[in-house]
């Protein structure tokens, strides 16, 4: 209950900084803006707290790459780590995520460096590329808690749905991606000719500074200052 009561006083006091307001206890029960932390930033979202974490990212924080594939649950295109879990962001509100650190496919590495990353490209187990970044995801949170994981690890964790049929590769590449952290092997993955890992950053906006973070409305997602 303490916890649960200082929890909410910092994020009463986050608002307060926002809004330059004072804030009491009874405000923030009735406060329709979520306060997460989304790829080391802090973010406040100005929309209806059943709004789904997916949608959140993708509309009003512009980070698309995490895909929209069924809206239900059942594809996994939409995985984010959140507190380091692999969840679907379509079952997560932004009410749920209140308080979470959330990782999407473009905080997973800034320069596309993450062992799963590199193991997905250099094993070639991406097609038309939509599940991918579910995929990574899913990989890198299997990968973090079990570096060596059997095939049976992977089907178990890599739950994703992939259109294109890539899962023979996938077994590969995860394992692959756990050798390397392992540090038992490297891959000197060269970059795709004409795509520099700085110009896919630059076309995110919300990658690139506080600014950004709203995309086209600034009023529906705000950087916030740390408590
Ligand atoms: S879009 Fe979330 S599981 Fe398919
Ligand atoms: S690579 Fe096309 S859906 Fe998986």
Known sequence: ???????????????????????????????????????????Q?????????LHALRDASNLTGTKYGCGVGDCGACMVLVDGEALRSCLVTIAEAEGRFVTTI?????????????????????????????????AAALIRRNPDPSEQDIREAVPNLCRCGVYPRLVEAIQRAGRVTRRR??????????????????S????????GMGGDDPS????????
């Open 1 to 43: 209950m303490a916890t649960a009561r200082a929890d909410k006083a910092r994020h009463c006091l986050t608002i307060a900084q926002d809004r330059q307001a004072k804030c009491t206890l009874a405000q923030i029960t009735d406060d329709k803006m979520p306060a997460m932390t989304v790829n080391g930033r802090p973010v």
């Open 45 to 53: 979202f100005d929309m209806d707290p059943e709004t789904p974490l």
């Open 106 to 138: 473009e905080g997973l590495s800034p320069d596309r460096s993450h062992p799963v990353q590199q193991a997905l490209v250099a094993e070639q187990a991406i097609q038309c590329g939509f599940c991918t970044p579910g995929i990574a995801i899913a």
């Open 185 to 202: 092997e490297t891959i000197s993955a060269a970059p795709v000719p004409g795509i520099d890992p700085a110009d896919a950053a630059q």
């Open 204 to 211: 995110v906006p919300a990658m690139r500074g506080p600014e």
């Open 220 to 227: 529906s997602a705000t950087e916030t200052s740390e408590p």
